[in-house]
């Protein structure tokens, strides 16, 4: 199985800026993508960001231009830069890894989940 570990969530001030920090460990597959989910209080999951093997991106379209999304793969590390943050970012984060261990069967790992709060 494949591990996941979030970490960088704080509380900030609206405006602030954040760096979350995916890793990942166990049974790592070459072909892949990641993304980080978000959960705020009384609301469905949201799929926030995406990145492939292939390093194709994609955002909601509610943090375009604010949140960016990449990868270290030497060090198995995935990362969400997160600027301009607004109080509707308040959330738990969660990591996220769906990779193609076999024909035809691709299986996902979920990360623990890591706080963002964001208040005056």
């Known amino acids: 199985q494949v591990h996941l570990v979030e970490s960088g969530g704080a509380l900030v001030q609206p405006g602030g800026s954040l760096r979350l920090s995916c890793v990942a460990s166990?049974?790592?597959?070459?072909?892949?993508?990641m993304g980080w989910y978000r959960q705020a209080p009384g609301k469905q999951r949201e799929l926030v960001a995406t990145?492939?093997?292939?390093?194709?991106?994609n955002y909601v379209n509610s943090v375009k231009g604010r949140f960016t999304i990449s990868r270290d793969n030497a060090n198995n590390t995935m990362y969400l830069q997160m600027n301009s943050l607004k109080s509707e970012d308040t959330a738990v984060y969660y990591c996220?890894?769906?990779?193609?261990?076999?024909?035809?069967?691709?299986?996902?790992?979920w990360g623990q989940g890591t706080q963002v709060t964001v208040s005056s």
């Open positions: 996220t890894r769906k990779q193609y261990e076999a024909v035809g069967r691709w299986v996902d790992y």
């Open positions: 166990g049974n790592i597959f070459d072909i892949y993508y």
């Open positions: 990145i492939t093997h292939a390093d194709d991106k």
